[in-house]
């Protein structure tokens, strides 16, 4: 059955970087988009990037562009989500959701919560 | 980037309802529309993609309709496991948007 499993909860302080993992497992990795989106506390679900495990290639969301860097290791069938320049609106749950073709969402990882504070 | 809108932002409804959820897009966007369920602290879950196709496993009392600007998601008859909230999100274009959630809570 396909799983994705995170990393555990970070608190970071304002200004460093945070990398959450996210590990596949029940099915060929390279062979989906792996998406990366976030919900600060309270509020909607919004949307990251992707990348390609296959090519390494990444789409990264404007508002992100710059600060985000989606990478990938196929030898361990897992994608990592690296986010600099951390804020305090920074804080929220990140989940790593698989795509099949055409962006369509069918996996979700369980999520990780990173806290930015001081 | 396209607005997607819902409505309403919640709802309260009794076991066996039947509940439809609306979800306007600021553009058209044919049927790239999908549908997911968010219970509290947990994951969201896949329901619908192409506005009206089930995801593997979702039961048939979910069904979604619509292509274009407007859509929507219809529970035939509410059950105790289906008070959450629920999103629309678009994938017509990037970057990828999402409405602002339906709680759907018991009466």
């Known amino acids: 059955q396909v799983q994705l499993v995170q990393s555990g909860a970070e608190v970071k302080k304002p200004g460093a970087s945070v990398k959450v993992s996210c590990k596949a497992s029940g099915y060929t990795f390279t062979g989906y988009y792996m998406h990366w989106v976030r919900q600060a506390p309270g509020q909607g679900l919004e949307w990251m990037g992707w990348?390609?495990?296959?090519?390494?290639?990444?789409n990264y969301a404007q508002k992100f562009q710059g600060r985000v860097t989606m990478t990938r290791d196929t030898s361990i069938s897992t994608a990592y989500m690296d986010l600099r320049g951390l804020r305090s609106d920074d804080t929220a749950m990140y989940y790593c959701?698989?795509?099949?073709?055409?962006?369509?969402?069918?996996?979700w990882g369980q999520g990780t919560l990173v806290t930015v504070s001081s | 980037d396209i607005q997607m809108t819902q409505s309403p932002s919640s709802l309260s409804a009794s076991v066996g309802d039947r509940v439809t959820i609306t979800c306007r897009a600021s553009?058209?966007?044919?049927?790239?529309l999908a549908w997911f369920q968010q219970k509290p602290g947990k994951a969201p879950k896949s329901l619908i993609y192409s506005a009206s196709s089930l995801q593997s496993g979702v039961p048939s009392k979910f069904s979604g309709s619509g292509s274009g600007t407007d859509f929507t998601l219809t529970i035939s008859s509410l059950q105790p496991e289906d008070f959450a909230t629920y999103y629309c999100?678009?994938?017509?274009?990037?970057?990828?948007?999402f409405g602002g959630g339906t709680k759907v809570e018991i009466k």
């Open positions: 999100q678009q994938y017509n274009s990037y970057p990828l948007t």
């Open positions: 959701a698989r795509a099949r073709t055409g962006d369509i969402f069918d996996y």
């Open positions: 553009q058209g966007i044919s049927t790239y």
């Open positions: 990348i390609d495990p296959n090519s390494g290639g990444t």
